[in-house]
């Protein structure tokens, strides 16, 4: 069975300093994984996709697949980057597996 | 742009009452979701909908049924309400996905569901 596992509810960081959002996987099949993000009052939103290799708003992710990790990194945060993220790991033709979510907050 | 629309933004129901939760998406996806938004549990699929009048069961499907009687509608049904049902509810839709291929779900704006 598939499991996404987001070790951290709760991450402060202050503005400018790096921040890491972990998230470790388990799926026998061959993974593809997505950051979700919802902002304040908003709807929850793609962030990005690990078979896209982007950056969006100065995050990145890098698809471990020995270590079956996935985490969510940015340099510098910033203080618009508080939200709530998930990972999610998709296991059919569409259907996704969402993570427990971390809720960031970047301190002014 | 990508519209996915929900019926209610909040609603409060009693304990055995029958409950409709409408989702309405404009981009003529043939894929929708239904999932619930728990604090420390994440989103949990409840059902799925791949086309027209079919139906998949989530991880979660005890207690709720769906219906999809019109490509673009899909609707998430609690027969009797019950208190552990009270939770936030997200419809998403996408374009079906041939092999290796990994389409975005847009997500409607979820419906606030309360229990008494």
């Known amino acids: 069975a598939q499991r996404v596992t987001q070790p951290e509810k709760l991450l402060s960081v202050f503005k400018g300093a790096p921040v890491e959002l972990k998230c470790n996987y388990s799926?026998?099949?061959?993974?593809?994984l997505f950051w979700y993000v919802q902002y304040s009052r908003q709807r929850l939103q793609l962030l990005l996709r690990?078979?896209s290799r982007e950056s969006i708003k100065g995050f990145t992710a890098d698809l471990n697949k020995g270590e079956t990790s996935f985490h969510l990194k940015k340099p510098f945060a910033q203080e618009e980057d508080s939200a709530m993220y998930y990972c999610?790991?998709?296991?059919?033709?569409?259907?996704?597996?969402f993570g427990t979510g971390t809720r960031l907050t970047v301190i002014p | 742009d990508v519209k996915v629309t929900q019926s209610s933004r909040y609603l409060v129901k009693r304990t055995g009452e029958k409950v409709f939760l409408e989702c309405v998406q404009d981009?003529?996806?043939?894929?929708m979701f239904w999932y619930r938004q728990d604090p420390g549990l994440g989103l949990r699929l409840i059902y799925f909908?791949?086309?027209?009048?079919?139906?998949e069961k989530g991880d979660i499907p005890e207690g709720y049924s769906v219906s999809r009687e019109k490509k673009e509608r899909f609707s998430l049904i609690l027969e009797s309400a019950s208190t552990n049902q009270t939770s936030m509810y997200l419809c998403?839709?996408?374009?079906?996905?041939?092999?290796?291929?990994?389409?975005?779900?847009?997500f409607g704006p979820g419906t606030r569901l309360t229990v008494l």
């Open positions: 981009m003529d996806h043939e894929n």
């Open positions: 909908s791949y086309d027209v009048k079919m139906k």
């Open positions: 799926y026998s099949g061959s993974p593809e």
């Open positions: 998403a839709s996408t374009k079906p996905g041939q092999t290796n291929s990994y389409n975005e779900q847009f």
């Open positions: 999610a790991l998709q296991t059919g033709a569409n259907n996704l597996f």
């Open positions: 690990h078979i």
